[in-house]
Structures are given as structure tokens and as C-alpha cells.
């Protein structure tokens, strides 16, 4: 099958708009407040037992690091020392990433498998990795840790620890200055950020910026840089005019379709490590730049609209309502731990783009294994069906699928937000 999103398009619809253009300015509205709420803010949006999480889970549950072999027993003591819980929100500060950041669930770089073998297969998973953040983003510091190396750092979406030299605290000026109401999206992945001739960092696909000016080939934009005393300073940077574009972008087949196609091929990154995405990552940064606000991870996204559940139907009953009811670019699938797009029809039967890991096999002795894609790929409903040791049904993502969310139009029933059953 193609991989390029584009192949895809229907040409009669390709340009229309996929929600009427007042309803998606006001979602955009809904998305800024959203986005720069950590700067209005004294007391967290994050409870302290979200804060205390990583700790409870991990304290009696080392693991293993990167290299297979076992944390320390004890090695979540020394974290919650430097941590120092008891003082959450006692002081906080607005702040601002200066670079591409990672939010840990605990204040340290060390990472944590449930098994040795990771060291060997390479798998690209860390239980310590929350997610991660494009450079410019609003955030609340929230505890600063013993050794100040550490900070508890959130947005509306996410918490999590970040090397204290990866932010900056943000003064009213420059909040003021930022926050002009002037926005663009780069929709070229890892854009340039140039300030002169030198490059400040590679922007990744769904990342916002304040709009200064634009020319013929470049667009002015206000960067952010950490100074001495860890203060944040406002650079004039620049991307180029086929890197951004102004938020939000029309929200039109083609539009999704031709962002997507930047991802298309992308490996797979647990919670944003090194730089990649996983699959509930790569939804969040392709429909940023429309101004749709969604949470981060795939079951919280697969309530981000109106929900309409699948899990009580056969199989076919599934595809049938999902041709039927689905609005192909805007309609999200989700099974329990994965969300993808659909995009369309491929001989009748759904089409997705989605980023995942691998696929399940099981042998004739009854080993299982599987299959490695680790990319951003379209793919049926049903990837690896022709592999003859393909371990059905767990391996079917049809057999698993839950529910659709329809982005753009609110819940059912107030009652019942979910719109299940």
C-alpha cells in the first residue's frame, strides 16, 4: 500500500472544510487559553498525588535500567530526598522550554523496564518517560528540587520532572510580548529556528511560536533562550514560509493529509524519547496546528469529541459503522493503549495512519513474538494479516477496537461525556 497520506484524498472533498470555519476559530480560541493557561496561574492544575505518582509506583518496583541490569532496591529513596514532595506548590513561577524537553515521572535521566531483556532487543520503552515538549511552551514550575537540577514542571496536558537548565522563568515583559495573540504552526517536521546565521534548534511538527513579521520566504518569529541566572531572553528568529504556517490552519482534508505525510515513515518513540513520537504524540502534533486542543495520551484523546462506541459489535459490524459514521481526516480509532486516524476507504474497508510499535505473532508450538514496524505507517485495520503466524485475535486491531471519537464536535450527553453505551 501507498504509504504517502496523500494517495488518499478524495479530490471532490479534498478542500473543504472539515468543520465550519466560526466553530474552528472558536476551538482555537479554546485551544490558546488552554495552551497559555500555566501562565495565569499561582497553584498548580496537577494534585499532589499526581505529583507523588512516579514515586509510589517505582519505590517498590525498581526494575531495570537500559543496560539490564536491576536498579537498586532503594533507588527511588534517594530521588524522593532531592525531590523534596513536601514542598509541592509552595513556590511557583511561569517558565518557558528552550529547547525540546522531556517530562520524567521521576527527577532522573536513569531509565525503567520491567524486564533485562529491553538492553537486548532495543525496544524503545522507558516507564520513567511521561512525554515530551517542543521548545516555546508555556509551563508552571511547581517544586524545584534539592540540588535544583530537577524541576517539577507542568502544562494543561502534562507533569513531569525536566533538567532545570531545559527552561527558563518568563517575567510579565516577556509573557506580554509572546502571548500577542499572533500565532504560527510548523508544519514542516524538525523546521530550522534560525537566529542570523546560526541554528537555534530544529523545530518539530505541531510547534507554536509568537508571529512577529513575515517576508517573501521567511517568517519573523520570537524565540526563547535561557540567560545565566536562568532567566528567560527574547531572540528574533526565523523559519522558513514553507516550514509555518499561521494558526490555525484551515482544517481541510488535504491539510491533514500533507502534515501527515511529513510524520509518514517516522519511527516510533515512547513518550516522545529521542526525539520520535508515539502514537497518541504524533495525533496531539498533527492536529496542533488546527488549533484542536487534545490531551496526551490515547484513551483521554479517545473521548476529545463526540464517541461513539464499537466494543459490543462483531467485527464487520465495526467497519460498516465506521464507513458510515466516520469523517475520514477527523475521525479517530481507539483501542485500549493505541489511537489512530482514519483516513478513508481502501477496497470498502478502513484505512488508517497511525504510529506503532509491532505486531503480535504466535508460532505453531504456541511461542509468541512479533513483528517490528516501529513507524508511522497507513495500514488496515488488521496490519499483518498475511503473516501466516499472525497470533489472531490479539494481534487484530479490529478484534480490539473500542470506540470512534469524532474531533470537533462536542460529547453526546453532558451526562454521559464518553457517549458510551
Given at each position: 500500500m501507498?504509504?504517502d497520506?496523500?494517495?488518499?484524498?478524495?479530490?471532490?472533498?479534498?478542500?473543504?472544510?472539515?468543520?465550519?470555519?466560526?466553530?474552528?476559530?472558536?476551538?482555537?480560541?479554546?485551544?490558546?487559553?488552554?495552551?497559555?493557561?500555566?501562565?495565569?496561574?499561582?497553584?498548580?492544575?496537577?494534585?499532589?498525588?499526581?505529583?507523588?505518582?512516579?514515586?509510589?509506583?517505582?519505590?517498590?518496583?525498581?526494575?531495570?535500567?537500559?543496560?539490564?541490569?536491576?536498579?537498586?532496591?532503594?533507588?527511588?529513596?534517594?530521588?524522593a530526598?532531592?525531590?523534596?514532595?513536601?514542598?509541592?506548590?509552595?513556590?511557583?513561577?511561569?517558565a518557558?522550554?528552550?529547547?525540546?524537553?522531556d517530562?520524567?515521572?521521576?527527577?532522573?535521566?536513569?531509565?525503567?523496564?520491567?524486564?533485562?531483556?529491553?538492553?537486548?532487543?532495543?525496544?524503545?520503552?522507558?516507564?520513567?518517560?511521561?512525554?515530551?515538549?517542543?521548545?516555546?511552551m508555556?509551563?508552571?514550575?511547581?517544586?524545584?528540587?534539592?540540588d535544583?537540577?530537577?524541576?517539577?514542571?507542568?502544562?494543561?496536558?502534562?507533569?513531569?520532572?525536566?533538567?532545570?537548565?531545559?527552561?527558563?522563568a518568563?517575567?510579565?515583559?516577556?509573557?506580554?510580548?509572546?502571548?500577542?495573540?499572533?500565532?504560527?504552526?510548523i508544519?514542516?517536521?524538525?523546521?530550522?529556528?534560525?537566529?542570523?546565521?546560526?541554528?537555534?534548534?530544529?523545530?518539530?511538527?505541531?510547534?507554536?511560536?509568537?508571529?512577529?513579521?513575515?517576508?517573501?520566504?521567511?517568517?519573523?518569529?520570537?524565540?526563547?533562550?535561557?540567560?545565566?541566572?536562568?532567566?528567560?531572553?527574547?531572540r528574533?528568529?526565523?523559519?522558513?514560509?514553507?516550514?509555518a504556517m499561521d494558526?490555525?490552519?484551515?482544517?481541510?482534508?488535504?491539510?491533514?493529509?500533507?502534515?501527515?505525510?511529513?510524520?509518514?515513515?517516522?519511527?516510533?518513540?515512547?513518550?516522545?524519547?529521542?526525539?520520535?513520537?508515539?502514537?497518541?504524540?504524533?495525533?496531539?502534533?498533527?492536529f496542533?496546528?488546527?488549533?484542536?486542543?487534545?490531551?496526551?495520551?490515547?484513551?483521554?484523546?479517545?473521548?476529545?469529541g463526540?464517541?461513539?462506541?464499537?466494543?459490543?459489535?462483531?467485527?464487520?459490524?465495526?467497519?460498516?459503522?465506521?464507513?458510515?459514521?466516520?469523517?475520514p481526516?477527523?475521525?479517530?480509532?481507539?483501542?485500549?493503549?493505541?489511537?489512530?486516524?482514519?483516513?478513508?476507504?481502501?477496497?470498502?474497508?478502513?484505512?488508517?495512519f497511525?504510529?506503532?510499535?509491532?505486531?503480535k505473532?504466535?508460532?505453531?508450538?504456541?511461542?509468541?513474538?512479533?513483528?517490528?514496524?516501529?513507524?508511522?505507517?497507513?495500514?488496515?485495520?488488521?496490519?499483518?494479516?498475511?503473516?501466516?503466524?499472525?497470533?489472531?485475535?490479539r494481534a487484530?486491531?479490529?478484534?480490539?477496537?473500542?470506540?470512534?471519537?469524532?474531533?470537533?464536535?462536542?460529547?453526546?450527553d453532558?451526562?454521559?461525556?464518553?457517549?458510551?453505551?
Open positions: 501507498s504509504q497520506p496523500l494517495a488518499y484524498l478524495d479530490p471532490d472533498t479534498a478542500d473543504a472544510a472539515l468543520i465550519p470555519a466560526e466553530e474552528q476559530a472558536r476551538l482555537n480560541a479554546e485551544f490558546d487559553l488552554q495552551y497559555f493557561a500555566p501562565w495565569h496561574r499561582s497553584t498548580p492544575h496537577h494534585t499532589p498525588e499526581l505529583a507523588s505518582w512516579g514515586f509510589r509506583k517505582y519505590g517498590g518496583n525498581p526494575g531495570y535500567g537500559k543496560d539490564g541490569k536491576p536498579n537498586p532496591p532503594d533507588w527511588t529513596r534517594g530521588l530526598e532531592n525531590a523534596r514532595l513536601a514542598d509541592y506548590a509552595k513556590t511557583t513561577f511561569p518557558i522550554t528552550v529547547k525540546r524537553i517530562f520524567r515521572h521521576l527527577p532522573t535521566r536513569r531509565s525503567h523496564s520491567h524486564y533485562p531483556a529491553v538492553a537486548e532487543t532495543g525496544d524503545p520503552f522507558d516507564n520513567i518517560q511521561a512525554s515530551a515538549a517542543p521548545a516555546g508555556p509551563v508552571l514550575v511547581t517544586l524545584v528540587s534539592r535544583r537540577k530537577w524541576f517539577l514542571t507542568e502544562t494543561n496536558h502534562l507533569l513531569g520532572w525536566v533538567p532545570s537548565t531545559d527552561i527558563a518568563v517575567d510579565p515583559e516577556f509573557m506580554k510580548t509572546w502571548e500577542n495573540g499572533r500565532y504560527v504552526a508544519v514542516r517536521d524538525k523546521a530550522p529556528v534560525s537566529e542570523g546565521d546560526a541554528v537555534l534548534y530544529r523545530a518539530p511538527l505541531g510547534s507554536i511560536f509568537s508571529k512577529i513579521s513575515e517576508e517573501k520566504d521567511r517568517i519573523w518569529i520570537w524565540a526563547a533562550v535561557r540567560d545565566a541566572q536562568g532567566k528567560a531572553l527574547l528574533k528568529a526565523s523559519v522558513s514560509r514553507e516550514s494558526k490555525p490552519l484551515p482544517f481541510t482534508r488535504r491539510h491533514v493529509a500533507r502534515l501527515a505525510g511529513e510524520m509518514a515513515g517516522e519511527p516510533y518513540g515512547w513518550g516522545g524519547l529521542e526525539g520520535k513520537r508515539d502514537c497518541s504524540g504524533m495525533i496531539r502534533d498533527l496542533t496546528p488546527f488549533g484542536l486542543w487534545l490531551p496526551r495520551n490515547s484513551s483521554e484523546q479517545a473521548v476529545a463526540r464517541y461513539i462506541g464499537l466494543g459490543n459489535l462483531a467485527p464487520a459490524e465495526k467497519e460498516a459503522l465506521i464507513v458510515r459514521k466516520g469523517v481526516w477527523r475521525t479517530l480509532l481507539w483501542t485500549p493503549g493505541h489511537i489512530m486516524l482514519y483516513i478513508g476507504t481502501h477496497k470498502n474497508r478502513p484505512l488508517i497511525h504510529n506503532f510499535w509491532s505486531i505473532t504466535r508460532d505453531a508450538d504456541g511461542t509468541r513474538g512479533r513483528v517490528v514496524v516501529g513507524r508511522a505507517a497507513v495500514t488496515t485495520l488488521q496490519p499483518g494479516s498475511e503473516l501466516a503466524n499472525l497470533d489472531r485475535p487484530d486491531r479490529l478484534f480490539s477496537l473500542e470506540g470512534m471519537v469524532l474531533l470537533g464536535e462536542p460529547p453526546v453532558a451526562a454521559n461525556p464518553e457517549g458510551k453505551p
